[in-house]
């Protein structure tokens, strides 16, 4: 049934937003550079970024020095990660794959981040996309996971065509899934790994952020909420 995930027949959704200005920012997020500074600190040298976008993540992964693996299954996201390291002269092993069936054998990786990435799909898709990474990691491995909560306030736009899943209807990811995962179910997804930190990540969106996904509808302050967690298996 995986080769009817949500996330895959809205592939070409995909390819548009990453050409679009919204995700064209190739600044890293400072939790990213956060969840680096550990790894190197442990020693790991091997990392994973799942759905690598415009490839911000990698080169700061390649920057630091870790052998980095760009994963994702846009053209378009593979074409700007490479064209992002080349201009800073620097490389990463670049894979057109799903999340949700990565091409590498069990521990394979020191590292993996999967940063906006895991919530694009429905239940069984963000389910086995999680499982399919815990797979991947060495024992003593750690995983960075960025996902949208339900108290985001774009849980409340577009079509609710699965259980916790929507898909946009305005702004520039329309057309895209987005899964808004509870605490319970990440608990319970990492039930087997130790929690190194867990944190609900909130801040009002910006008028930019309004104006894509509100189009003039609506007034006042609204949440964007993430859960953001690192996890090494045991
Ligand atoms: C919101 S972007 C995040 C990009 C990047 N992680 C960042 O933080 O800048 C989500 C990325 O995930 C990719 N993606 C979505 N579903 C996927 C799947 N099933 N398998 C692999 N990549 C996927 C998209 O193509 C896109 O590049």
Redesign the pocket.
Same mark, same amino acid.
């Given at each position: 049934m995986l080769n009817q !995930?949500p $996330?895959?027949i809205t !592939?070409l959704a995909?390819e548009r937003? &990453?050409r679009s200005e919204f &995700?064209a920012d190739t600044t890293p997020?400072e939790s /990213?550079d956060r969840f680096a500074q550990i790894l190197l600190a442990l020693g790991k040298s091997t990392v994973l970024? /799942? *759905?690598? *976008?415009?490839g911000? #993540?990698s080169l700061l992964l390649a920057q630091k020095g870790f052998d980095t693996y760009a &994963?994702?299954? !846009?053209e =378009? =996201?593979l074409q700007l990660t490479q064209a992002l390291l080349k201009q800073h002269q620097l490389r990463a092993t670049m894979t057109k794959?799903?999340?949700?069936e990565l091409p590498f054998p069990d521990e394979t990786f020191d590292g993996l &981040? *999967?940063?906006? /990435?895991y919530n #694009? *799909?429905d239940g069984p898709?963000v389910h086995a $996309?999680i499982v399919e990474s815990q797979r991947v990691l060495c024992r003593g491995g750690f995983m960075y996971l960025?996902l949208m909560t339900p108290r985001d306030f774009r849980y409340q736009l577009g079509k609710r065509a699965k259980p916790r899943m929507l898909i946009f209807d305005r702004g520039p990811?329309r057309g895209i899934p987005h899964y808004f995962i509870s605490r319970l179910q990440l608990e319970t997804l990492f039930r087997n790994f130790s929690i190194v930190d867990f944190r609900l990540e909130e801040e009002e969106a910006n008028e930019l952020v309004l104006r894509d996904y509100l189009c003039g509808a609506g007034q006042g302050t609204r949440l964007i909420s993430h859960y953001t967690l690192i996890a090494t298996k045991n």
């Open positions: !995930t $996330s895959r !592939t995909w937003a &990453l &995700l997020d /990213v970024d /799942v *759905g690598c *976008g415009n911000r #993540h &994963l994702d299954m !846009t =378009s =996201s794959a799903y999340m949700e &981040l *999967g940063f906006c /990435v #694009h *799909g898709q $996309s960025c990811e």
